[in-house]
């Protein structure tokens, strides 16, 4: 049987390869970073769905499913949501790259949410503002229509 995935160990994976993307290619990283989270999305197992409404009770249980955070909970705003989440495991590495002037296009979740609006419902988004700490955090998604 094996080990639980040592969060430690992934955050610290995810730190380097964010912050050599950004100290490399500057904000172009964010880009390439959307992607490549766009892309491993596909591999999970999330459900489908056809309406914002359908997705807005769908993330909750897929952020938590997955085992990003204990709980995350979705409020609508005029240009898209805010996520309360509770025990974001990718806190660490959201708050090392911050103390490098790292902008939060890196934020996990948030970027899992665009590509989830994304490969469902063709909606763009982009991370807003960030705010937390190892407690909870809010992360703002404004989508583009």
């Not at 992934?10 to 730190?15: C, D, G, P, R």
């Not at 495991?89 to 911050?98: C, E, G, S």
């Not at 490098?100 to 994304?118: E, H, M, R, S, W």
Request: charged share 25%; proline share 3%; glycine share 6%.
């Amino acid at each position: 049987m094996s080990k639980p995935l040592d969060e430690k160990a992934v955050n610290s994976l995810l730190y380097g390869l964010a912050y050599t993307l950004y100290k490399n290619m500057g904000k172009s990283a964010e880009a390439l970073f959307k992607q490549a989270l766009n892309e491993g999305e596909k591999n999970f197992e999330v459900p489908k769905v056809s309406s914002i409404e359908e997705a807005e009770q769908a993330i909750p249980k897929l952020i938590s499913d997955i085992g990003f955070a204990d709980s995350v909970t979705t409020e609508k705003t005029d240009s898209g949501y805010i996520l309360d989440v509770q025990g974001c495991k990718f806190w660490p590495f959201t708050r090392d790259l911050r103390e490098k002037n790292v902008p939060d296009f890196t934020c996990i979740i948030g970027n899992i949410v665009i590509a989830y609006l994304q490969n469902n419902l063709s909606l763009r988004a982009r991370i807003g503002n960030v705010t937390g700490d190892e407690n909870g955090s809010r992360v703002e998604i404004n989508i583009h229509k």
